[in-house]
């Protein structure tokens, strides 16, 4: 992990957040959703901190958006702070509405002072769980909430279907030792889910910590994976799981038969790799069961027992690689794997995160002194037409986390060391890859993802964690108009911000 320079300043942190789902009526087909976003200035306290930050619409975390696979959203954005802003659609695939993208002086300008933009788009072919953040400098830390997709009206889900839907998002937090935290567990704001026996819950997790890939678990219960950056995956049952910054994943909860009379922590804490310092605080939730009307005891909540999960250790590489070897695309007939099979283009970068010499009058935060530093070495940089991209990227020192706007990916490979073009292609996946937005590159090793390009437009490519990302871990894919009418990028809207 990264040097948390602004970790501190993060303390007013939230540990989880709930925002209770309630499914809308609506017609049968796709329609247009209306929602508006304002930008302000708000006092918000979180364990005993208040303090003055940027939020949407005055919520901590921002409000949800909702809408069906198909459906249309316009989003109307309006700035009334002194930061400039923009939102960004996490892993929307933003089909030939690149516009809507929002990632600052990318896709767009930001929205300054006063002004406003209205983000258009469909989601098209997606269910599951995204969110949306601020795309500029730091500003994500507070502005960002979750998308929630349905499937299509009359479309079950592939799997049970759910007794109630939680979206829960990893925030940032306080920096404190695990029983303070298990004591303050016990304190009335500890985020409680609330469940009944015998029922099962999807829990839509999203990671939206600036720069900590994340264990997550629930005491004595376990889950099964569902559905990660809103693509179905086979199916399975897990004790722990791991979601880096980006990343979301929904997962089915099914509560014990019975009344158990005891409590569940839910906690989750960093996964590290490499050296430097790094916050390995744990957060902590409570599942906690409703009690039955007819259930006789003297036992009240807070003198039951709790349980605590036991979390792999920080640097658990070996359950990291384990856990990521078990995402497989659905691969499905109803839900097809859409790998591509051959490769028009290959691309091979070299992601470096190194030191250069600090600043004079600067304090650097890196070893002995230095500047960390990072980069994308393109070997090949063509520009693409539409056509077949292929990526192995070979990351040094540390771990990163590379996530790619306008565009899903399929990881085909991975491994740790070099990437060897003549031996390691032959082992690649390409029957039932995961399909994602952002996926981990191992720490000294390397990622190899395909994608089609079919989608024209500027595509910011980066680091989600978000030290890497200020150190200069970014660059942008360039994908041209195609021949037929529907390949080409649409005029800009006419309230595209200018800088
Ligand atoms: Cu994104």
């Known amino acids: 992990m990264g040097v948390f320079l602004l970790q501190s300043s993060a303390v007013f942190g939230v540990l989880f957040s709930l925002i209770t789902l309630s499914l809308l009526v609506e017609p049968a087909l796709s329609i247009t959703r209306h929602y508006k976003f304002d930008i302000k200035l708000q006092n918000v306290t979180r364990l005993c901190h208040t303090k003055s930050i940027v939020l949407v619409n005055g919520q901590f975390p921002g409000p949800r958006v909702v809408a069906r696979e198909g459906d249309q959203l316009l989003i109307k954005v309006v700035n009334h702070v002194q930061n400039n802003i923009s939102i960004h659609w996490h892993g929307i695939r933003q089909l030939r509405s690149g516009w809507a993208d929002g990632p600052a002086y990318i896709t767009q300008c930001p929205i300054q002072t006063e002004q406003s933009y209205v983000y258009n788009f469909t989601i098209v072919g997606q269910r599951g769980t995204l969110w949306w953040h601020a795309h500029i400098s730091w500003l994500r830390s507070t502005i960002y909430g979750p998308i929630i997709i349905l499937p299509k009206r009359g479309i079950p889900y592939p799997c049970a279907k759910p007794y109630k839907e939680v979206p829960i998002i990893f925030g940032e937090w306080f920096n404190g030792d695990t029983e303070a935290i298990i004591s303050q567990a016990r304190q009335t704001d500890t985020f409680k889910l609330k469940v009944k026996p015998g029922k099962t819950y999807l829990l839509r997790l999203t990671n939206a910590a600036l720069n900590d890939e994340l264990f997550f678990s629930i005491a004595n219960h376990t889950v099964i994976v569902v559905d990660v950056d809103a693509v179905y995956v086979k199916p399975f049952e897990t004790e722990t799981l791991l979601i880096a910054p980006g990343q979301t994943t929904n997962v089915l909860l099914k509560t014990r038969s019975h009344y ?151 990881v085909v490979g991975q491994g740790f060391g070099n990437f060897y073009p003549n031996k390691d292609p032959a082992n690649f996946n390409l029957v039932d890859p995961v399909e994602r937005n952002t996926v981990g590159v191992p720490s000294g090793g390397w990622v190899a993802i395909r994608f089609l390009a079919d989608n024209p437009g500027v595509w910011f490519m980066h680091c989600h964690l978000e030290v890497h990302t200020s150190w200069g871990l970014k660059m942008a894919w360039i994908v041209l108009d195609g021949k037929l009418p529907n390949q080409k990028l649409l005029p800009p809207p006419a309230d595209l911000p200018k800088c």
Not at 369 to 382: E, I, L, W
């Open 260 to 410: 158990p009379s005891a409590t569940f922590l839910m906690t989750a804490r960093p996964y590290v790799t490499g050296q430097g310092t790094f916050d390995n605080s744990t957060v902590a939730g409570i599942l906690q069961y409703e009690k039955p009307r007819n259930f006789r005891s003297s036992n009240s909540i807070k003198n039951r027992p709790l349980f605590k999960p036991v979390l792999p250790p920080l640097n658990d590489t070996s359950f990291a690689t384990k856990f990521s070897n078990k995402l497989r695309s659905l691969a499905s007939a109803q839900f097809p794997v859409n790998v591509p099979q051959k490769v028009d283009k290959q691309f091979f970068f070299t992601v470096g995160l190194g030191t250069s010499p600090c600043h004079s009058n600067e304090t650097c935060q890196g070893p002995n002194g230095t500047m960390f530093a990072a980069s994308v070495n393109n070997v090949s940089f063509t520009m693409p037409n539409t056509a077949l991209l292929q990526i192995p990227a070979y990351l040094v020192l540390k771990a990163t986390l590379l996530h790619l706007h306008g565009f899903n990916f399929f």
